[in-house]
């Protein structure tokens, strides 16, 4: 315990100064908390250590930590970036000033800037061992590097967050139902689910069938529960499990689950209902980027998003002009790692492209002492993304059975500037379900001019892709042996290669 208490000091003066994180003391935070949930059993409610039960934050306090947090983290990326060097020293900029008042005289990072120069972000000073890289589903993949300190970091917090959020255990066992090139969140989840002590499997993103099947098989692993308890996926693929599900007609009792988490895409509202009446398990999502970790936000009973100030600093600001979003509109979101919790790809006031809306008054909430959004809403594509965006869409189309899921869609915008949506559906004619549409995108003032449905996707205009659709079909089945070859043959083949 005394170990324990030395290892918060550290990690707290190292916070509270800007100085680097030593790894091995979250680590032993993180491996002490699992110890003392084996020994005590479950924190109660009102547990300090539970998400949202910490103290509130004096405002002057905060503001004191965040202007010191920017100043520090501002000095790291221009003295070591080129691309930072480069824009202060042409804007002359002095990081050492600024504050959060001033800290939009720094420009915005745009998502292409990373794109297309990786290493013109990364910091001279740093050691980078893992190229981390998002799926790419809707573009180029984006890199970003991460020192070997910094994974460890990341890895000891989410073990936290896994212990403590998601309420994991040595008796569990979480399986991983998403695209193996998003490296990062394969190795957190990893790597967090065993040191709680619990069991991990990998499926990759298979036939929805295949995962099904793998979900429903009993596991005969000494100590822990018969089947998998815990999903990790994407929200178009969870939509793919649904399809699949009630298909074939499985529903809670088929399965072991107790908690389903989703990420990475937007989870709609009927969505996540249809998932839960299948798979007998709560579905929770949280924000979380490969750009930004460890920052991220958390979702209220409310409905809002909160975003965490220790990791990083947040903005949410016009994607045309970059000014402060007004409370009720929407916006973008644009964060800025902290050091020193970020010490290898280093970025300031970078451009997630995430829509969210702002609220109109100040949450009441268990939450409200942090800075708060709605979930998200989509990803910018100009301005009719803001006034149509993915959630809105998905909530009128995810809630209707004769829509195959994944749902398959496309808007186009005409020369007036409204907008058409069109559809797959599974037949024409579709009378009944193109008037409940119309009349619920009508109720939910939708600005759109007219829905068209085709029961042919080749006919359907480009939809956007999904993570759904990164297959990885070398997971789906075992390669059969090779027949062996016979003597007679296989000496003149060696000669002959010889």
């Known amino acids: 315990m005394f170990g324990t208490a030395l290892s918060q000091l550290r990690y707290s003066t190292a916070v509270l100064l800007g100085r680097r994180i030593r790894p091995r003391d979250l680590d032993r935070i993180a491996r002490d908390l699992v110890a003392t949930l084996a020994e005590f059993g479950e924190p109660g409610e009102d547990s300090a250590l539970l998400p949202g039960q910490a103290a509130q934050v004096d405002p002057q306090v905060r503001a004191t930590m965040t202007g010191r947090s920017l100043r520090a983290t501002a000095r790291a990326a221009v003295r ?73 970091t990341t890895v000891a917090l989410s073990t936290i967050s896994a ?55 009993p596991l005969g692993l000494p100590g822990k529960e018969p089947r998998i308890t815990h999903l990790t996926t994407s929200a178009s693929y969870l939509s793919a499990l649904v399809q699949e599900a009630e298909r074939t007609g499985r529903g809670p009792a088929d399965f072991g689950l107790e908690s389903v988490g989703v990420g990475g895409e937007v989870l709609s509202d009927p969505l996540r209902a249809r998932a839960e009446a299948v798979l007998g398990a709560p579905v929770a999502t949280s924000y979380l980027m490969t750009e930004t970790l460890p920052s991220g936000g958390t979702p209220c009973a409310a409905g809002h998003l909160h975003h965490t100030t220790e990791f990083g600093h947040l903005e949410v600001l016009d994607p045309l002009t970059w000014e402060p979003t007004a409370p009720g509109a929407v916006g973008t979101i644009v964060h800025t790692p902290y050091v020193p919790y970020r010490t290898c790809t280093l970025l300031l006031r970078y451009a997630t492209g995430d829509l969210v809306r702002v609220p109109a008054a100040p949450p009441d909430c268990e939450l409200a002492h942090l800075p708060a959004t709605s979930a998200v809403l989509g990803r910018w594509s100009g301005p009719l993304s803001a006034a149509l965006p993915t959630r809105a869409l998905l909530d ?94 296989a000496e003149p083949a060696r000669a002959a290669t010889a």
């Open 163 to 217: 212990a403590l959020g998601l309420g994991l255990r040595p008796r569990h066992t979480m399986a991983y139902a998403g695209c193996s090139r998003a490296t990062l969140p394969l190795l957190n989840a990893e790597e967090s689910a065993t040191r709680v002590g619990a069991a991990f499997v990998q499926f990759g993103t298979v036939e929805p069938a295949i995962v099904l099947a793998r979900l429903a098989a």
């Open 80 to 152: 070591h970036t080129p691309y930072y060097a480069r824009v202060f020293a042409e804007l002359g900029l002095d990081p050492g000033t600024l504050d959060a008042g001033s800290w939009s005289r720094v420009p915005v990072t745009a998502k292409k800037a990373l794109r297309d120069r990786p290493a013109d972000f990364v910091s001279a000073a740093a050691r980078p061992a893992l190229m981390a890289l998002t799926t790419g589903t809707s573009g180029t993949p984006t890199t970003v590097w991460y020192a070997r300190d910094e994974l460890e």
């Open 396 to 489: 009128l189309i995810e809630a209707e059975p004769e829509v195959p899921l994944p749902a398959r869609y496309a808007v186009t915008e005409r020369p007036d500037g409204t907008a058409l949506l069109h559809l797959l559906v599974r037949a024409l004619p579709a009378r009944a379900l193109l008037a409940r549409l119309e009349e619920r995108a009508g109720a939910a003032r939708l600005p759109l001019a007219g829905i068209t449905l085709y029961d042919d996707r080749a006919a359907l205009p480009q939809a956007a892709p999904v993570r759904a659709d990164l297959r990885e079909h070398t997971f789906e089945t075992l390669p059969e042996p090779p027949e062996p070859a016979a003597s007679a043959t």
